[in-house]
């Protein structure tokens, strides 16, 4: 079973749109939470970390269910700037290794 | 302040043919790793760095060598490159402040490894 999994989509939205992603994690031990941006051909860029109480920053809120094992990415009011793909990440303290989900591709369609 | 520079940005290897990516970082921090991206694959870890002089092995490390050669630079071997090589591999580097925490990792550009 993969530590992370995420549904790939695509999600296609118009500008405007709210949209969300959820992302799944297998291991309760799990101790830190992130949301990557990536875009085409280019390298994966921290969007936010993802706190216990949840946080939020702009139009992106993320939100941690601990008892449930998942992590959630709500994008309000998009943009077509935030077409990319958007990778979910766990770190498990084992040696500090970081875990990636398979991404989940947003287009945004003006 | 460059971040994190990876070097070369793209390769052509044939079959059996060796190679070294390189990967430097100027941001002082301790912990490095080596990353391939696949497509459906997501990132996953080949080797990783938690501080000089230490390396460990992560998910995919079969085919691979590594060598943390000091704090700045962490560089990738194919000793023998094989089609199931060819790939996007990208070099990152955190800073965790203590055993219990983690922070971000900070990516390099990338390499585009091609194995004919």
């Known amino acids: 079973r993969k530590e992370v999994e995420q549904d790939p989509g695509p999600f296609n939205v118009p500008e405007g749109a709210t949209v969300a992603f959820n992302c799944t994690y297998s291991?309760?031990?799990?101790?830190?939470f992130f949301w990557y941006r990536q875009d085409c051909r280019k390298e994966p860029k921290l969007l936010m970390s993802?706190?216990?109480s949840g946080n939020e920053d702009g139009r992106f809120t993320a939100q941690l269910n601990r008892a449930s094992q998942y992590i959630s990415l709500l994008i309000r009011d998009s943009k077509l700037s935030d077409s990319a793909t958007y990778l979910c990440?766990?770190?498990?303290?084992?040696?500090?290794?970081?875990?990636f989900g398979t991404g989940t591709s947003l287009t945004v369609i003006p | 302040n460059a971040g994190v520079t990876q070097t070369p940005k793209f390769q052509v290897l044939k079959t059996g043919q060796s190679m070294t990516l390189q990967c430097a970082q100027d941001?002082?921090?301790?912990?490095m790793y080596w990353y391939r991206q696949d497509p459906g694959m997501g990132l996953r870890l080949i080797y990783y760095?938690?501080?000089?002089?230490?390396?460990d092995k992560g998910e995919v490390p079969n085919g691979y060598n590594v060598s943390r050669l000091n704090k700045r630079e962490f560089s990738l071997r194919l000793e023998s490159a094989a089609p199931s090589q060819t790939s996007v591999y990208f070099c990152?580097?955190?800073?965790?402040?203590?055993?219990?925490?983690?922070?971000?990792?900070?990516f390099g550009p990338g390499t585009r490894l091609t194995v004919t």
């Open positions: 990152a580097s955190s800073d965790p402040r203590d055993t219990y925490s983690s922070y971000e990792q900070y």
């Open positions: 990440v766990v770190n498990i303290y084992t040696g500090n290794q970081f875990y």
């Open positions: 993802v706190y216990s």
């Open positions: 760095s938690a501080s000089e002089g230490t390396t």
């Open positions: 941001m002082n921090h301790n912990s």
């Open positions: 291991n309760s031990a799990s101790q830190s």
